[in-house]
Each structure stands twice: as structure tokens, then as C-alpha cells.
């Protein structure tokens, strides 16, 4: 019954998740004039008329996005609020409302969604937004949580990933790294459980590293000090998918290159030591890691003293010309091209 | 590893969907004074402070919602975007943009993609909205789709599912129950189809009914001879459930009953036709079958001349005091209890 026939069958992954979106998205053009920013930003934005609307969607996917087995449900339902508020924050907007859908199989009971449930409550209070819709279906496989936050910004205040000028400084707004460390614990903590279920697993005193990734926050704090210090960045994104993953955005988007200070990218004690643990290289696990939550962004020189209230500020580097490249000045000496997926194991 | 362990297991299936969402967002508040509504529309409403921001978002799960063995996918993107856009327009509201999440196992090619997003490309088009966002990431099993539409309304236009009062005429906008027969039609040949591989479906002649089902259409042209004739529905709603489950959301939000006359649901041919040959009663398939995303609406009966532009209205009955109850006057003379999920079986 199946109307197609494909001759042609690509894998998805030969294009990448970018490549691919850029793929399936090139024949769209956007015609109505409310649209300002469509696909390609950390959110879609529109103009109301008033002040601009900005939309951000994600999707939670069990067996993809997270394991069931050490994932706490509340820490899920928290978590699946927190990605989406960080990429309203990351146009310097602040998120008001969401909605949430989900899709779950008959393994999962009322009481789970009920946890679930409670930690998108704690997320909507500790954020102040609203739980404005969404629905509960089923799946034949496991839970998928789809969450999309609506927030607001000023026109003169949103911020682009493609403002990014020559001389600005590009800064983080936290350390990077953590989450995906509490992410190998977990795995590593997973495969021994599974092989040895006696075995009780062996994760104290790595709290920092797993709440990093099973219970991460989002920087309203950040958004809050650039209003009242008047800082507005030239350019912003959140960290979700690794450090330079989100240099590349933003110097793509800009039209510029970038110069990053490896000696300067902030590193917890706990990342650098679990990562020696794991024989990882640390910078590389704040380089390609992902899921920090935190924020990148650009500012002119000329802000730098606006930024005394930001106690939790790293400049990393500099936006250079386009032409120069994207390069990491390791702490060893070297210069060059910073790799977006580039592990270097030991 | 499992941090819970939970004494109380409550299969979901026991609350409904409806009592579902109720439960678990019973604890849930709004705060912000943008969210003008919240869960239990179609859509919900935020002041932006111009006009009303106006979002619906929605889940199609494989297995679930659509079997790929009779869905040609082009159809299944068309259809997304679709659901989501009736939502908007059941609150008299216009839709501009939509978000799309895609999640998908392995087993779906790149030219799958393409087929899903030729035929949201096509919905996008001939609706007039813009995709402004959304990702394609894995899943373990199957394809989800999950779309998120975005309008904008007149606060003085927009219509919740509330304000329905007593003496108001209900209408509904074209015929139902096709949609849930051609689901039937796809159903059988399936079934056919796996224990024959030989024999050819049998689905000449049935376009009508399979296209209700695979490309359904959202009612824009009834939105805009609102506006043209300057009628303002008292309440809507779109009907994905089924008319009788449509009718009970609005008594139970508005606080009023309702009386329908079976003779006066319209029912096309084909279906009448289709109905009796699966042996099902044609006005159960109207009232429980789903998917036909007409609109029910209810107007003032003062209103009824400005309705002349409606080429396609059909008042099927009036609402009545809540006391009266919900009511189905049978074409056999019998009046009785409106049922929201009864299967009258010959």
C-alpha cells in the first residue's frame, strides 16, 4: 500500500543536525511581515506590533536525550523547561509562558507523569512562566516530552546570533564541561549496575557534575544584570551542543572569525579532575561536551565597564575578521583551527 | 540505579485524556498578566499588548496517530501543520508562523524528510504561514511530529470555547464522520494487505473519504466570512474529537446544555454509504468518529441574518439551560443523553 517507492535512500546523518535542517528548510521563504526571525536563531521571533514575541520549541526523546534508568522524572520535567527558557534568555528576551506535550507508553503510570509534572511546576515558579497548554498522548515507545516557551522582548533589546562585530569580546557566564562529565558518570555508573546489579553505584560527592546535567539552569540572572547595567551584546547564544559548536553559530551567522583563549575558558576542579578520570582531555569536554546552559556572547570593548555587576563573567577571546578563521590558542602555545567535533583522547 | 520506587502505580488509561491534563495541572497557577488563557482552549491567548499571540501546539506519533503503511508522507506533513492551524482558527484567530519538531528512528531517509517538508512546505503556502523554527533529531522507534502554530487575533474578535449562551443556535461548518470512515477504509486494506500482499486495494471511488482522513483541510475561508459578514461566534472549537465531545467542552466551559437534532448533523453520502457497509450507525461515526476539523460554533440568534455569506453553515441545534442537560433528539423521535464516547454497533 506504501505510495512510495524511494530509489534514492540517504542516511540522515551524512548531512549533520544543521546541514540537514538547512536541507529540508532551503525552499521555505518567509512572507508575512509579523515574521523577523525564523529558522536559523536560538528562537523564532515575531512582532506583535507592540514588542516582539519570541518562540523557542524543543523535544525530549527517551533512549536520545536521556536514559530513563538514571534520570529522575522530576529532574525531566525541570530540565525540559530549563532548555527552552535558556534559548529565550539567549535573545535577551525573558520567557513568560509554555506549553507542554507528551507522549508516553503504557509502561509509564499516572504517578510518573505526576513527578514529571512536578518538576515543570518547580521550573514555572523558580522562572515565573506560566504553563499555558499542551497535551498528554501515547507512544508505542517510550516518553518524549515536546515543551515550547513563549516569551517577550523589547525591539531594541533583542539580541541576534549574528550582531557579532571585529574587536568585540566573546564571553561565557559560567563553567563549562560539568554536565557532560555528570553524564559519563552516569553512563559508566549505568553499565556497572547492569553488569553487577549488587553493586551500589559510586557517585558521592559528585553532586556539581550530576546536577549539571540532570537538573541544569538557566541564566535569568544574566538577562536580569544586562538590563540593569544596560549592557546589550552585540551577539548571544546558549551553550547546548559545546563551546565551539556555538562559536561556529555565532561567527557563521556574524560573518566573522574568532580567536579563543584556551587558558581562559572556564573549567570547574570537578570537570578537569573527573575528565583526567576518564582520560579526557578537559578543554575538549567544555569544547564539545554540550548541555551547560550557559550563555556566549559578544560585547563591544567599549561595554567593558558595564559588566561590574556580572560576577560570573569570562572573556575568552575576540571576535576577529572573517578571514582569519576560528582559531584555539591552546595553553601550550599552539594555534589552530578549533575543531567543532574534534575529540582528542589520550 | 532507579531513584524511585513507586509504591501506587495508576495506569494512565483510567483518567482520560481530558481528566488527565486536569489532574495534573490542577496545581498549576497563572501568573503573568500577558496569559490571558491558559490550558483548556484550543489555543492559549497572550496579550503581547497590541493584539492577542495566539498558540497551539500538537503531537501526531507514529503508531498512534498515523500508520505508515497507508500514509504517504507529504500527506503526513500537510497534515501537521493542518491540525495546529484549526486550533488558531477555532479561536477566530489568524495563524502566521508555525514551529516543527521532528523526531525519527533510523529507518527514515533523508528523502523521507524531504517528503514530510514538501508537503508542510505546500500547507505553509496555501495557508499563508511562515516556518519560523523547529529541529530534526533520533528516536529509538518511529517518527514524531510535533508542531507548534502561532496567530494573532483582535482581542475584540477572539473567541474562546466559554461563551456560549442559552438560546444561542449551534453550528457546525461541513459534513462529519468521513474523516473516521476513510481512517476505517485504510484500516482494512491494511489488514487485507498484510494477509494478501497480492490483492490491490480496493479504494477506487473513495477519494472523498480518504482525503478527509490523510489531507484534511482547516476552515480559513469561514474565518474570514466572520470578519467579512462582522459575525462574532459567541464560542467555538474545532472538531478533532468528534462532535459530541466538542459539544461537551463547550457546555462544561460555558456552563450551559445543549440540544442537538440528529437529522440536521451533516452527513455526505459517502459516508452514510461507508458507515452501513462497516455496519456502524452513520450519526455515531458523525458524533464520535473525529478528525474532520469543521468548527462548531455557537451564535446569537440575532446574528442569523448576517450568516448569508456561509455557504456552508448547518445549525444542528441550540443551547439550552444547564439543567436541561446534553441532548440528542433522534431522527427516530427519541431524545436522550448526549454521549461523548458510545458506540452504537449494529
Redesign the interface.
Known amino acids: 500500500?506504501?505510495?512510495?517507492n524511494?530509489i534514492?535512500?540517504?542516511?540522515?546523518?551524512?548531512?549533520g543536525?544543521f546541514g540537514?535542517?538547512d536541507?529540508?528548510?532551503k525552499?521555505?521563504t518567509?512572507?508575512?511581515a509579523?515574521?523577523i526571525?525564523?529558522?536559523g536563531d536560538d528562537?523564532?521571533i515575531?512582532d506583535?506590533?507592540?514588542?516582539y514575541?519570541v518562540?523557542?520549541?524543543?523535544?525530549l526523546?527517551?533512549?536520545?536525550?536521556f536514559d530513563?534508568?538514571?534520570t529522575?522524572?522530576k529532574h525531566l520535567g525541570y530540565k525540559s523547561i530549563i532548555v527552552n527558557l535558556s534559548d529565550i534568555y539567549a535573545c535577551n528576551a525573558v520567557p513568560?509562558?509554555v506549553?507542554v506535550?507528551i507522549?508516553?507508553s503504557?509502561q509509564?503510570?499516572?504517578?510518573?507523569?505526576?513527578?514529571i509534572?512536578s518538576g515543570i511546576?518547580t521550573a514555572?515558579k523558580i522562572y515565573?512562566?506560566?504553563?499555558?497548554?499542551?497535551?498528554?498522548?501515547?507512544?508505542?515507545?517510550?516518553l518524549?516530552i515536546?515543551v515550547?516557551a513563549?516569551g517577550?522582548v523589547d525591539p531594541q533589546k533583542v539580541v541576534y546570533r549574528s550582531g557579532a562585530k571585529v574587536g568585540d569580546l566573546l564571553c561565557v557566564t559560567g563553567d563549562l564541561g560539568a554536565a557532560y562529565l555528570g553524564l559519563q558518570l552516569l553512563e559508566r555508573?549505568?553499565d556497572l549496575?547492569l553488569s553487577q546489579p549488587d553493586i551500589k553505584?559510586d557517585l558521592e560527592n559528585q553532586a556539581y557534575l550530576l546536577e549539571r546535567q540532570l537538573k541544569p539552569e538557566a541564566r535569568r540572572d544574566v538577562i536580569d544584570l544586562f538590563a540593569k547595567s544596560e549592557l546589550h551584546p552585540t551577539a548571544m547564544i546558549d551553550i547546548s551542543d559545546g563551546l565551539a559548536s556555538e562559536v561556529f553559530h555565532i561567527c557563521k551567522q556574524s560573518g566573522v572569525g574568532a580567536f579563543i583563549e584556551e587558558a581562559k575558558v572556564p573549567l570547574r576542579q570537578e570537570t578537569e579532575l573527573m575528565a583526567l578520570r576518564f582520560k579526557l582531555d578537559p578543554i575538549t569536554c567544555a569544547l564539545n561536551g554540550g548541555e551547560d546552559y550557559e550563555l556566549l556572547f559578544t560585547i563591544s570593548p567599549e561595554d567593558l565597564d558595564k559588566t561590574t555587576y556580572l560576577t560570573q563573567l569570562f572573556i575568552i577571546g575576540e571576535i576577529v575578521p572573517k578571514e582569519d578563521g576560528i582559531k584555539l590558542h591552546t595553553s601550550g602555545g599552539n594555534i589552530h583551527d578549533l575543531q567543532a567535533q574534534g575529540w582528542r583522547h589520550f
Open positions: 500500500m506504501k505510495e512510495q524511494n534514492k535512500r540517504t542516511d540522515v546523518n551524512t548531512l543536525e540537514l535542517i536541507h529540508l528548510t525552499d521555505f518567509t512572507t508575512n509579523s515574521t526571525k525564523g529558522v528562537c523564532a515575531i506583535n506590533g507592540n514588542n514575541t518562540i523557542s520549541t524543543d523535544m526523546v527517551e533512549g536520545i536525550h530513563r534508568i538514571y529522575p522524572l513568560q509562558q506549553t506535550s507522549a508516553l503504557n509509564y503510570s499516572v504517578e510518573d507523569l505526576e513527578e509534572y511546576h514555572c515565573g512562566v506560566d504553563l499555558v497548554g499542551g497535551d498528554t498522548t501515547s507512544s508505542n515507545k517510550g518524549i515536546s515550547t513563549i517577550q555508573e549505568k549496575y553505584p
